[in-house]
DNA sequence: TTAAATTCGATAGTATTACTATTATATTTG
DNA sequence: CAAATATAATAGTAATACTATCGAATTTAA
């Protein structure tokens, strides 16, 4: 996961290097899991530390608290998705079908059952469904944002309004439209899952990703 | 605000009735106050007692916890738009024409400075957009569900959702539309204010509620 | 109208959480 | 191999979220 493809991190989103050190590496692993499993309220460092069979000071010496930790995470996963992007619309000429893969690529990031390392992506992407509001939604977001936790989220969207930019250099709202689109996508699987009220489930596994390559192309054509 | 007006809360979302007392009264007015001025993260029911000047102890006999007086709020607020959705589509016939004014009304109800027996309306907004997804991105969500937390919000959804089934009786995804617009609205207010990367601020005061209303009409139109 | 029942708010707690200061133990380096 | 440095463990603390209990005030019912 932290090794074979470089994945860059800001340095002010850990206070020792997790990749540099078998503990630091342990941390981030078991932290997905625990995290995954009980929710980032009731997770505790105290907690991790009882898995990884590691007193909770430990930890606190790779991280200063435990929303930097879950700051780092989430991080991972947008480097982690800014390289799937890459991968996704390499070599292919038309931007329309770039755009397709990209949207493909965010709303069903989830599904694949990828490991790298040992860290479980799709874990990861729950965490990333249910905690990455809280990790931005703070008193404390311009600090965070100055040390550089949003900056592969950022770099992600970037990457995408380019392709949007391409189909339509006129249109004045592509990062707009892609954070509407990500956060909203997000939500959707929650809410088909909790509050089903709230979204249209349908039978197709697919209908997430149609509806917002729908939404995205018809808003992109025709400008405001 | 809370008398003037009957706003259904569910029954399961505090312990004593806040409208009930003065007490009650009290502790969600400043509430509101505290919360938008500190964040949910650092509100504590202590800091709110210093201000109402009386013991946290009797705070938690009305609310269980911090967080249901947070989903209290939010509930309130969610009555409140059914409120002002049912008066700003009063008397008008085209079903476009009142999804507009209900896109107008979601994303510009912050703008107004209206009070409600003291609660500040523009106050519980900024709330909202920050703490709301807090509220039922939790694992407790299920169960915050049946005590009937997000009853408000759900009927307000439908609400729009039915004016949408007007103008197209056979578009598939009014509700998932309207989350769509609803939390990317709101998150669009947030980062324009601090991540202004991930949204496209205009010149205009009402590119949000201009963008929104698009990309509405342009999913309903033409069905999937 | 007065005794019983209930509501209400205050006192004084507790377990847990998030975090830190300091010390002990490896590991690396010159 | 000794000094310097990195790493981890111990033992804390202040604050948080919440509870059990008690006495006073208010309401209810005979």
Not at 68 to 92: D, K, V
Not at 154 to 160: E, I, P, T
């Amino acid at each position: 996961m932290l090794l074979k493809i470089n994945i860059p991190i800001s340095e002010k989103l850990f206070l020792i290097d997790p990749t540099s050190s078998r503990l630091g590496k342990s941390i981030l692993l078991s932290a997905i899991e625990l995290i995954d499993e009980i929710g980032f309220e009731k997770f505790t460092f105290k907690k991790l530390g009882v898995i990884i069979d590691s007193p909770e000071a430990s930890i606190y010496r790779y991280f200063k608290s435990k929303n930097q930790l879950l700051t780092y995470l989430i991080s991972w996963y947008w480097g982690w998705m800014e390289y799937r992007l890459l991968f996704e619309t390499a070599n292919i000429e038309s931007a329309e079908y770039r755009l397709q893969r990209a949207i493909a690529l965010i709303t069903t990031a989830g599904d694949e059952k990828i490991e790298m390392d040992g860290a479980d992506i799709s874990k990861l992407h729950t965490i990333v469904i249910s905690e990455s509001a809280k990790s931005f939604l703070t008193k404390d977001v311009d600090k965070a944002n100055k040390e550089g936790a949003f900056y592969n989220y950022k770099q992600f969207v970037a990457m995408v309004a380019s392709i949007i930019k391409e189909i339509n250099p006129r249109y004045k709202y592509p990062n707009m439209l892609l954070s509407t689109i990500i956060e909203g996508a997000h939500l959707q699987v929650f809410f088909a899952e909790h509050l089903p009220m709230l979204t249209n489930k349908q039978a197709s596994a697919d209908y997430i990703t149609e509806f917002y390559k729908d939404l995205a192309f018809k808003s992109i054509k025709n400008t405001i």
